[in-house]
């Protein structure tokens, strides 16, 4: 077995997946580069930074605006992005308390 640090899941990240991580994952949804269903729980740095290229190609076809997006993915995004941020601050996430403390 790898002593490699392996990702715990967006589902069990800090913050309730506020995370740089998490959002990668929440992206690559958006774009269906992984199902919904995939947690990415187990993957180590190096998957992780591939699905990172692969939304972040995705991306540059809409100039890295969600303006741009297509109704579709617009919809998809903001369904997948309002649902994260519930979930995050019904576990207690708040987002004005990170910017206190930047």
């Known amino acids: ?10 589902d069990k990240d800090i913050n309730g997946g506020m995370t740089d991580t998490a959002k990668i994952i929440r992206d690559a949804w958006v774009f269906g580069i992984i199902p919904e269903t995939e947690t990415c729980a187990g993957w180590n740095a190096a998957g992780i930074e591939t699905l990172w290229e692969k939304v972040n190609a995705e991306w540059g076809r809409y100039g890295f605006r969600v303006a ?12 997948i992005q309002s649902g994260a941020v519930a979930t995050a601050r019904a576990g207690g996430w708040d987002p004005d308390r990170e910017i206190a403390e930047d």
């Open 1 to 10: 077995m790898s002593d490699q640090k392996r990702y715990v899941g967006i």
């Open 68 to 79: 741009a997006l297509p109704p579709e993915l617009r919809e998809r995004f903001e369904r």
